[in-house]
């Protein structure tokens, strides 16, 4: 683990893999951290990949924003820490919020994305209805904490079955979750409440695109990922089964496969 200061913040990440290799940055969801991806940054880094995985700042053991955190920070943050270890362009993924940071950052900064990775995540910008959710979501979380929160959405996050058939998952899972600083978390929901649509900028991608989501995604279903494979028609669509919102963590063999068939067969 390491930990640069950019744009005001001091941010931890992982760097894991050659120096040399292809660099795969991938941005983790709400209210998690960047070892969300810990089986993924194993695998990738064992193909030969550099696989950067950065706690988002509010996040993790990185610095807390309080108040209101952008897509756009986050963003400009994820650029910054790749200006800060040499690293011209890469592969960006997220899941979920994640995944909106990587359609942010395409939007930004287009020129620096190899190919995009987008897990369980939607391209609208909030409706009025998820803006009023979203803050009031932010406001209860300042009040109570994280751990009440985490204890009503871990059968959301994780598909309900997997909530038992996988207690380390769920273990994982919960203990990012209830880790989480709540000022951090309810400054990303007010931002992600302000979030652009993304549609129009990803008619635009040209840069080969993978899509996963879980079967039982009941956050992003699926058909949420087949309205992003329409806005970019060569974007491959993989649907990880026996999973919900988190198929990386849920099915990790299942995702991985996906990840290193698309990354080794990606044009170059």
Do not use: C
């Not at 890469?90 to 994640?98: C, I």
Request: no cysteine.
């Amino acid at each position: 683990m390491s930990h640069t200061t950019v744009n005001g913040a001091t941010l931890h990440y992982d760097d894991a893999g050659p120096a040399d290799g292809t660099a795969v940055v991938l941005l983790h969801g709400h209210p998690f951290d960047r070892t969300l991806w810990a089986p993924q940054a194993r695998a990738l880094a064992a193909a030969g990949y550099r696989v950067i995985t950065p706690d988002l700042r509010g996040y993790g053991e990185s610095d807390v924003t309080p108040g209101k955190v952008l897509p756009a920070d986050f963003a400009d943050d994820t650029a910054a820490l790749l200006d800060h270890l040499g690293v011209g362009r890469a592969v960006v993924g997220g899941v979920s919020m994640g995944g909106q940071i990587a359609m942010e950052f395409h939007l930004r900064h287009r020129r620096r994305v190899l190919a995009l990775v987008l897990s369980d995540t939607s391209a609208p910008a909030e409706t009025e209805e998820g803006r009023a959710f979203r803050n009031r979501l932010a406001d209860r979380l300042l009040a109570e904490g994280m751990g009440g929160y985490a204890d009503e959405v871990i059968d959301k996050m994780l598909a309900p079955y997997n909530v038992t058939a996988l207690p380390e998952t769920a273990a994982r899972v919960l203990g990012m979750m209830r880790a989480t600083d709540p000022r951090g978390a309810a400054a990303a929901l007010r931002g992600r409440a302000e979030r652009p649509d993304y549609r129009d900028t990803l008619r635009t991608v040209t840069v080969p695109t993978l899509l996963l989501v879980g079967a039982d995604d009941p956050y992003t279903p699926v058909t949420d990922a087949e309205a992003i494979r329409a806005l970019v028609p060569h974007a491959v669509l993989t649907v990880v089964h026996d999973a919900g919102h988190l198929p990386g963590a849920e099915q990790p063999e299942r995702f991985n496969a996906a990840l290193l068939d698309f990354l080794r067969t990606r044009p170059s």
